[in-house]
């Protein structure tokens, strides 16, 4: 490309990934994050087959492991906390619902976003407004710094991405909703987990879970609920706050607790599950990386492992094809059959995560006992191989000084 100048809109885990490779390609980037600094925040995502092989190639493998969570494994309680059924982690040998490495979302952000920074302009509290692109590049207006210019904008800005809404239109057109809705944000609590991410799930599609954080005194909580779409401000968090309350005010296990905790938590995200579908993820000099493109829902696992390998493969196939066009028709071409396994929702869907009913609860917790033993145990991991293989093009790029 005439210009090396990118613009990465998104600085969760696509961002940086990307922003990283492109450096060692010897791109210039811009990121451009809504957030004031980088987002903590989050449950713990998984490093599962390919995602893995990404971090390897960065070089960050031994800091991913060092900056993992401990755990045992899920675990499923009832009202009163005992105990239903238990998916320990080695019941899948690593690869399987539980993967052999898991992380705190915000802990693993923070290691990309270290390893970008040396080589990446960092733009936070700003958003692009506007985008207008020619045959040779794309002028940028934003919400606060002065207009720009680059040769390409990376939309890696999340399932309700400000430049997939402004190059392909609303929103609407290309979020799926589950009909569900999952909040996430870290307590400070000494509730005793043992261990166990513990899973509690209540008639009307309610989900609480709570697991222990990396540091002491720190628990990692999600409330999950279904529901058709809600109207609610997606900057006012004390309202998103207040949804959760009512939803869940007498709800069973440690849900009073729970709920106390959120008032004071500062990193509280509610987020309207849906998967992410389009035929094509450019137009002309605009694409999309992660969820932006392509979001799986949580439910899936593999969220974080779609946005690692489509950052290497956009940046390697920018690096090696010198022809923006061929590169992002080789991106799509490369990634489309991956993302289309990723999205396919595990056994069961939002029922499976959330069921509705009494009977249901009860089915779900007989199934996940079923699912430690053969053959379902061998069926799940083959699935998740499956699921998370990719023949990943190996782009040798030069290592960053
Ligand atoms: C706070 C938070 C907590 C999460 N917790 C979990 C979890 O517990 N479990 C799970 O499976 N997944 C979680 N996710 C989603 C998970 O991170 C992604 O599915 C996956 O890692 C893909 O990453 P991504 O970089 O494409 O998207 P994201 O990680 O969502 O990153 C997108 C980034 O873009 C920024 N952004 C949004 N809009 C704009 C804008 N207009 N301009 C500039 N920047 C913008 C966001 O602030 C964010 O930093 C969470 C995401 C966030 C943001």
Redesign the pocket.
């Known amino acids: 490309m005439p210009n090396n100048d990118i613009l990465v809109?998104?600085?969760?885990?696509?961002?940086?990934?990307l922003a990283y490779w492109l450096s060692r390609a010897g791109f210039a980037v811009t990121?451009?994050?809504?957030?004031p600094a980088?987002?903590?925040?989050?449950?713990?995502?998984?490093l599962r087959g390919a995602g893995r092989t990404v971090v390897a190639r960065m070089g960050l493998l031994d800091q991913a492991r060092a900056i993992a969570v401990e755990q045992r494994g899920i675990a499923a309680v009832d009202k009163k906390g005992r105990i239903t059924a238990r998916l320990p982690a080695d019941s899948f040998g690593g690869e399987g619902i539980v993967s052999e490495i898991e992380i705190?979302?915000?802990d693993?952000?923070r290691l990309f976003y270290e390893a970008s920074l040396p080589h990446t302009e960092y733009v936070f509290d700003?958003?692009?407004t506007a985008l207008e692109q020619d045959d040779d590049g794309v002028n940028v207006t934003f919400e606060k710094s002065a207009p720009r210019r680059f040769s390409l904008v990376v939309g890696?800005?999340?399932?309700?991405?400000?430049?997939r809404a402004l190059a392909f239109g609303p929103h609407a057109r290309h979020i799926h909703p589950l009909g569900l809705y999952?909040s996430?944000f870290t307590a400070h609590d000494e509730l005793d987990l043992g261990g166990w991410y513990q899973m509690y799930n209540a008639p009307g599609g309610l989900t609480v879970s709570a697991r222990p954080g990396r540091l002491p005194g720190e628990v990692?909580v999600?409330f999950g609920f279904r529901s058709g779409p809600i109207a609610y401000d997606r900057r006012d968090v004390a309202a998103q706050k207040a949804i959760i309350a009512g939803r869940f005010a007498g709800a069973g296990w440690e849900t009073p607790r729970l709920l106390s905790a959120m008032a004071g938590a500062s990193?509280f995200?509610l987020?309207s599950v849906g998967q992410v579908r389009l035929d094509r993820w450019s137009r002309g000099r605009v694409v999309l990386?992660?969820?932006?493109?392509y979001?799986?829902?949580?439910?899936?696992?593999l969220?974080?492992s779609?946005?690692?390998v489509?950052?290497y493969v956009l940046a390697g196939e920018l690096a090696t094809t010198g022809d923006h066009r061929v590169a992002l028709r080789n991106y799509d071409r490369i990634m489309r059959p991956y993302v289309g396994e990723a999205q396919k929702l595990p056994p069961g869907g939002v029922n499976g995560f959330a069921p509705s009913t009494a009977l249901a609860i009860r089915m779900r917790a007989a199934s996940m006992r079923a699912m430690t033993r053969w053959p379902m145990r061998n069926l799940i991991a083959s699935q998740f191989a499956k699921a998370s293989s990719i023949d990943l093009p190996d782009y040798d790029l030069p290592a960053l000084r």
């Open positions: 809109s998104g600085g969760g885990i696509a961002g940086p990934v990121i451009v994050e809504r957030a980088p987002r903590p925040g989050g449950q713990t995502v998984d705190l979302r915000g693993l952000a700003d958003t692009v890696a800005d999340g399932l309700h991405s400000a430049v999952i996430w990692k999600s990193d995200f987020e990386l992660g969820d932006a493109g979001c799986p829902t949580p439910l899936t696992g969220g974080t779609l946005a690692l489509g950052a």
